[in-house]
């Protein structure tokens, strides 16, 4: 029997699973913090690199001792931020898939609930899968999975002075930005499917004109669905294109600040999180469009094709 899966979650950010399938297819008991000198960071800008929300500065994947991390570059090469995610690595004395939630809120952070930019203040909305913290000159958000004893994921440290420079919420939105956190995503999605042994979900180029459509479409015609208003579902959308498949499914969401909110709002999400670790998935393709208010629309399609 075919099975469908949908689920929606209604929130500032905006999420619905979706999943087909073809028959046949087959912890520390304390946390010490250290302190740290900040010290100005110049970095290699030879890495892979990636266009960023924050306007003159770049995403670069490096490699330090086995780990990797996203840095956050400036025009002159001075690192900004990060985002680390290795499980193991550690951030002032937090260890990566071993500290708790609850062990980060016993330290007692100054935890920040919005962002002033300008003469506008941006209220951080209440979010399981997160929370923000100021920290040596840095907005620190740490991000958490409710599926896994509410352990640290990851860890995004951005400058204080880059974040409340950027343009409004969402930050300074270009179509290299666009392209870049289109890639992003199933990048942070195969980084987690690597932690569960699973295969990494390649590229599939048939399939990013139809979910660039479908968010594209959300965005304009003001909706938020796996059903269009012309009455296709992700399923139809892709028998439209010609594509041919054993298995698939889809996930969006909207309204999220960063592409990393985005993908952990869905990790924390149990029918999101199905889609993305799904083992008999073996592409994915990630579509991106942004609205006339600069909020982004996410539709993320996975896909075994015959």
């Known amino acids: 029997m075919f099975r469908?899966?949908?689920?929606?979650l209604i929130g500032i950010g905006l999420y619905t699973a979706w999943n087909y399938e073809v028959p046949n297819v087959?912890?520390?008991?304390?946390?010490q913090v250290k302190s740290t000198e900040v010290v100005e960071e110049r970095v290699a800008t030879d890495a892979p690199k990636f266009a960023s929300q924050y306007a003159g500065h770049d995403w670069y994947l490096l490699e330090k001792n086995g780990d990797r991390?996203?840095?956050?570059?400036?025009e002159d090469g001075a690192k900004k931020g990060q985002y680390q995610f290795e499980s193991g690595s550690t951030f002032e004395g937090l260890v990566l898939d071993q500290t708790t939630r609850q062990q980060v809120e016993n330290i007692g952070f100054d935890e920040v609930k919005s962002y002033d930019k300008g003469l506008k203040r941006y209220l951080i909305p209440d979010d399981p899968s997160f929370s923000v913290y100021a920290m040596n000159g840095n907005y620190v958000t740490m991000f958490f999975d409710q599926h896994d004893e509410d352990k640290l994921k990851a860890v995004l440290s951005i400058e204080r002075n880059v974040e409340e420079s950027s343009d409004g919420y969402y930050g300074d939105v270009s179509e290299e930005s666009i392209v870049s956190n289109e890639a992003l995503m199933r990048m942070l999605m195969n980084w987690d499917r690597q932690k569960f042994g699973l295969s990494a979900l390649a590229d599939y180029e048939p399939?990013?004109?139809?979910?660039r459509a479908h968010s594209e479409n959300m965005a304009v015609n003001n909706f938020f669905s796996h059903t269009d208003p012309e009455g296709r579902d992700p399923f139809e959308r892709m028998n439209e294109a010609g594509l041919a498949y054993s298995?698939?499914?889809e996930n969006l969401a909207m309204g999220?600040?960063?592409v990393f909110h985005a993908h952990w709002g869905l990790m924390n999400s149990l029918g999101h999180r199905e889609n993305i670790l799904k083992r008999d998935f073996t592409h994915a393709s990630v579509g991106l469009v942004y609205n006339e208010d600069n909020s982004p629309f996410y539709t993320i399609n996975f896909i075994t094709p015959r």
């Not at 087959?26 to 946390?31: C, D, F, H, K």
């Not at 991390?69 to 400036?74: G, S």
């Not at 399939?207 to 979910?211: D, F």
């Open 256 to 258: 999220q600040m960063s």
């Open 247 to 249: 298995l698939a499914g």
């Open 207 to 211: 399939l990013l004109p139809v979910v």
């Open 4 to 8: 469908k899966l949908f689920i929606l």
């Open 69 to 74: 991390t996203l840095e956050l570059v400036d």
């Open 26 to 31: 087959s912890a520390p008991t304390s946390v």
